[in-house]
């Protein structure tokens, strides 16, 4: 099905690079990044720099290279100030025009005028927000994601306020993230200490649905893991509650997550080598049907702070496996990986890829 040359060679790796940024919306981040005037996100994409930002309630999405001497607009992968590029201080407006520069007048008026910043069109899903780079691929994003688009809108109207935001670096290929979050197969033993012991992995899942490439699915919990009647007592009013560990994978470049509706992840795969690839890490507080009074929000503050605690060791405990298996692939480029029934979501995975013309 899948051998495992494709997980290191380069011609391969160029082949879904095209795919990817020729036919898919990239789901770039959630409405509550972007509340205020001038909030802004960063990323870089297949060596595409690019960045979202509110433009007095426009949310705007622009290449993130100053067209006089080609610095990048905004160096940090978020925060709240006018898109001027800081080496001379040219300042780009919600069309991408420059609206503002130093000694104007040095320069011949109609060029600057006529200067626009790459535009990608912008699209919701619910609170999501995705981007299309290729302005030739006519999908709208409810064609493209189809039947996934209603749970996903659904899930993203209870994300809370943003607690961390950051990037762990992988030497592996994308494709080994991928599969490593459509199962659980792997969580009772490389999650012992974390993930099972919050009851999952021992069960196969029960709800689940495939559209394309992407999937949702909700793995149930223990019986026998006691619940802690402080936490839960805390978090009752939270306005999304699920009984399991609810994941959706949007291809392809996204994973979103819950336990419980207790928090929410949002995972963002940047694919930088065949053997190379970023995850750029974010996690949000839930949303509560209530204002939440002082006591109550010290409780919820310590239970994101171990919930952010927890998520890190649950992905570092995945990059240390995938990794490993990384490393052996060389000397095994003719072989393929073996799929059991607890990994079918990565067969349905394979199964849409390989009827894809650009990699055969």
């Known amino acids: 099905m899948i051998k495992n040359l494709n997980y290191i060679d380069e011609e391969i790796y160029l082949k879904e690079k095209s795919l990817f940024l020729n036919e898919s919306w990239i789901l770039a981040a959630h409405k509550n990044e972007l509340l205020n005037n001038n909030d802004f996100v960063t990323f870089e994409y297949y060596e595409n720099k690019i960045f979202i930002q509110n433009f007095n309630g426009a949310i705007k999405s622009f290449q993130n290279v100053c067209l006089h001497r080609f610095n990048t607009i905004h160096e940090e992968p978020f925060g709240n100030r006018v898109s001027s590029c800081l080496y001379h201080n040219w300042t780009y407006g919600k069309k991408g025009n420059v609206i503002g520069l130093m000694c104007r007048n040095s320069f011949e008026r109609d060029h600057i005028n006529e200067l626009k910043l790459k535009e990608y069109e912008v699209a919701q899903c619910g609170d999501f927000i995705f981007l ?3 302005d030739q691929f006519n999908e709208t994003l409810e064609e493209y994601l189809g039947n996934i688009y209603t749970p996903l809108e659904e899930i993203s109207r209870h994300f809370g306020s943003k607690t961390i935001d950051y990037s762990i670096e992988h030497k592996v290929n994308w494709k080994l993230l991928v599969e490593n979050v459509l199962e659980c197969y792997h969580c009772t033993a490389v999650h012992e200490n974390s993930f099972a012991k919050m009851g999952f992995g ?5 709800k689940f649905d ?5 999937s949702w699915c909700e793995f149930p919990k223990g019986e026998d893991v006691k619940p802690n009647k402080i936490i839960e007592k805390a978090l009752s009013a939270r306005t999304f509650k699920t009984q399991g560990y609810l994941h959706f994978h949007i291809y392809p470049n996204a994973f979103v997550s819950t336990v419980e509706g207790k928090g929410f992840y949002l995972g963002f795969m940047l694919p930088q080598s065949p053997s190379k690839t970023i995850l750029r890490v974010r996690y949000f507080a839930a949303k509560f049907e209530k204002e939440l009074s002082e006591s109550e929000q010290n409780i919820i503050d310590f239970i994101n702070n171990s919930s952010n605690e927890s998520l890190d060791l649950v992905l570092n405990e995945d990059k240390k496996i995938i990794e490993s298996v990384q490393s052996n692939l060389a000397n095994f480029k003719d ?4 799929f ?5 979501r990565i067969l349905k995975y394979y199964d849409y890829l390989n009827t894809k013309q650009e990699l055969k």
């Open 202 to 206: 021992s069960l196969p899942p029960e």
């Open 340 to 344: 059991g029934e607890e990994e079918f």
């Open 335 to 338: 072989h393929s990986p073996i």
């Open 210 to 214: 495939f559209y394309n490439a992407h």
């Open 132 to 134: 299309k780079l290729n």
